[in-house]
């Protein structure tokens, strides 16, 4: 009975800590909707990144048991990842956001100085949608940048979670609340994030496409204000 709560409370806390932290959802949302990514590219995305989330913070747990370290010191090692993590969500977030609004500019001057010679015309000298053109350098870095953010981004419910059975009962009951915990976010991560695409959809975005980047930019900027706030 005794491990069967434990489980569940490894499950619960995997569900509440990602839908209470928007930074677990929103970045994948935003650029998968701005880099025009298939569905499965964003799965793989997100569930990457939700690897690596999690893996970090079991990896760290693990070596506090080796170790006989209070879990006190191991959630002061998780703070400073998230300090981090936080840092790195802003800086990504804005550069992304000041690259997408010259992006956007650029785009409107091309627009203006081609806008006498009609669609024909713009056809013609291949002037399409910036959001048809999700390939580049960008497209390239966007992935390893969230990949490398979401790995410094700590699982602080995991480290209890982790410990507790750990010292209770013993690493099997310890590593089977790790995998519970771990699944049930990368799960609620992946189904956060296509039930807001699917969300987007209803709405009428298409007028905001040449500002996507920025927007997405900005999403992710403000996810990484709202780590550092503590929010």
């Known amino acids: 009975m005794e491990n069967s709560a434990i489980l569940l409370t490894a499950a619960s806390l995997g569900f509440i800590h990602t839908v209470l932290g928007p930074d677990h959802y929103i970045p994948f949302v935003a650029l998968a909707k701005a880099r025009a990514w298939s569905k499965a590219r964003t799965a793989v995305i997100t569930f990457l990144c939700g690897l690596g989330h999690v893996l970090s913070s079991v990896l760290i747990g693990l070596a506090g048991i080796w170790l006989g370290a209070a879990v006190g010191k191991l959630e002061w090692i998780e703070g400073i990842r998230g300090d981090v993590a936080g840092w790195l969500l802003v800086a990504f977030g804005l550069v992304y956001m000041v690259w997408g609004v010259k992006k956007a500019l650029r785009g409107e001057k091309h627009s203006h100085a081609h806008s006498h010679g009609g669609p024909e015309h713009a056809h ?27 790995v410094f981004g700590p699982c602080e419910p995991l480290i209890p979670v982790l410990m507790y059975p750990a010292l209770k009962t013993g690493m099997g009951l310890a590593a089977a609340a790790a995998a519970v915990f771990s699944v049930v976010t990368i799960a609620t991560m992946l189904a956060s994030v296509f039930l807001l695409l699917w969300g987007i959809k209803l709405f009428p975005v298409e007028r905001m496409e040449r500002y996507a980047h920025a927007l997405a930019g900005f999403a992710v900027f403000a996810c990484g204000v709202a780590v550092k706030a503590g929010l």
Not at 128 to 134: D, N, R, V, W, Y
């Open 124 to 150: 013609a000298h291949g002037h399409e949608p910036e959001h048809a053109h999700p390939h580049g350098p960008a497209a390239a870095v966007t992935p390893w940048a969230l990949f490398i953010v979401f």
